[in-house]
């Protein structure tokens, strides 16, 4: 697109907004709030690098397709990560899981392993003054096949487990310390049982002593945040998950930790952009999983809908950005992996400033007068406002692509590279 066809369009675009109180380049300034971890995992179909062609297996988590230009070692995933970079606006960090250290061609378990697993991630990072987030492992691994980590019953497997994510904490500590950016480390298990259980209490109670044990060590919060991680149900988990939502926010309201809230993660009908105020009565910050769950928890990437918008428009309307860490979650292996990237993430942006270009204050005072044809009527205009064009005014003064210019690019960059892997 020409600089000067989005220069004009964003002047009009200014002025529509104007007639509604709405500053659109303060808008856009106030966009450098939004940081979007980008999840690792998209690059390679959640491998990893433990040992050679690693592939998804149990746990409940499955990634379909076999699109062509998976990355296949660390240099390429960083490779197709710079790619995404440069094609999306705003600010960005990386979500890393601990399967992706390197660790020179050694099996190393994951009881095993330290900083110097991850130093090289760390030194990326610190290249392009990005922060990093951390995740414990606890799938695709022997010691899950039975489908419990750190409820399991099987005493020197739990021990396992807690080992793992202790030495994950420490490392994410060490991330947040080097790089000066607190590292946000959640903790997600696969554990549960595909049909009725018996003892539901006996696997929380384990649960609940496993965290307590690998929650003991303390590192500053200006290092590394705890995030705790529910889910409704998974593949051979269908009658109960130990780690439920209930579960999940008691501790983290007892023990001060981060509630991650992941929109695929609970019934198809419930709103997680609903959940946000409430949780945030009780706890200090949160960690969002942001998805697209056709079907329940089907990890497609992210679109621009109404789910994604609920989420923004609630951190948007009450300034949450300080107690709120937005992060991907989504591996879609059927589409190019690198355009799945940039689609998911610009939904999420975009989202974000269809938000911030909202009358908040006219549309409250709609709403607390009792003028609810007003306030619906206002929200219906604003739809068919030019938010398209403060976007594309965004992404120039950005200097990435505008509109669907970033399309051509992933081609060029599917045949230049991907289809050489």
């Not at 020409?2 to 380049?25: L, M, N, P, V």
């Not at 240099?75 to 999306?88: E, F, N, P, T, W």
Request: net charge negative.
């Amino acid at each position: 697109m020409k600089k000067e066809f989005i220069e004009k369009a964003y002047q009009i675009a200014k002025e529509q907004y104007a007639e509604y109180g709405i500053d659109t380049d303060t808008v856009i300034q106030k966009m450098n709030e939004v940081v979007i971890s980008l999840h690792c995992w998209q690059t390679d179909d959640v491998g990893g690098f433990e040992k050679p062609e690693a592939t998804l297996s149990g746990g409940g988590i499955q990634a379909t397709g076999n699109y062509p230009g998976k990355a296949k070692t660390i240099a390429q995933m960083r490779q197709d990560l710079d790619k995404v970079m440069s094609l999306l606006p705003g600010k960005q960090r990386l979500n890393l899981h601990a399967i992706y250290g390197e660790f020179g061609g050694k099996l190393v378990d994951r009881n095993q392993i330290d900083v110097e697993h991850f130093q090289g991630w760390i030194d990326w990072a610190k290249e392009r003054g990005m922060g990093l987030d951390f995740n414990a492992t606890c799938f695709s691994h022997p010691r899950a096949e039975d489908g419990f980590t750190l409820s399991s019953k099987n005493e020197e497997n739990r021990k396992f487990w807690v080992e793992h994510v202790k030495r994950c904490r420490k490392i994410a500590a060490e991330m947040g310390k080097q790089l000066g950016k607190p590292c946000v480390h959640n903790t997600w298990i696969p554990d549960g049982s595909k049909d009725v259980p018996i003892d539901r209490n006996g696997y929380r109670t384990l649960l609940k002593k496993s965290l307590d044990e690998a929650f003991s060590a303390e590192y500053p919060k200006e290092f590394m945040k705890d995030a705790i991680e529910s889910k409704l149900f998974g593949i051979g988990a269908e009658s109960m998950t130990v780690g439920s939502h209930d579960f999940y926010l008691g501790y983290a309201v007892k023990n001060n930790k981060l509630i991650c809230l992941d929109n695929g993660h609970f019934h198809p009908t419930e709103q997680v952009g609903d959940k946000i105020s409430a949780c945030l009565q009780f706890v200090d910050e949160i960690l969002l999983h942001v998805t697209r769950p056709i079907r329940w928890d089907s990890d497609h990437a992210v679109t621009l809908n109404d789910e994604i918008q609920l989420i923004a428009s609630e951190i948007v309307r009450n300034n949450f950005f300080k107690r709120v860490n937005i992060g991907l979650d989504f591996f879609d292996a059927s589409i190019n992996r690198i355009g799945a990237y940039v689609i998911g993430t610009r939904a999420a942006q975009q989202a974000f400033l269809i938000a911030m270009l909202e009358p908040t204050e006219t549309l409250k005072a709609y709403e607390e007068k009792g003028k609810n044809f007003e306030r619906l009527a206002l929200l219906e205009v604003l739809k068919t406002r030019s938010f398209g064009a403060v976007w594309d005014y965004y992404c120039m003064v950005n200097n990435v692509p505008a509109g669907g210019e970033y399309i051509s690019e992933i081609q060029k960059y599917e045949t230049e590279v991907l289809l050489k892997r």
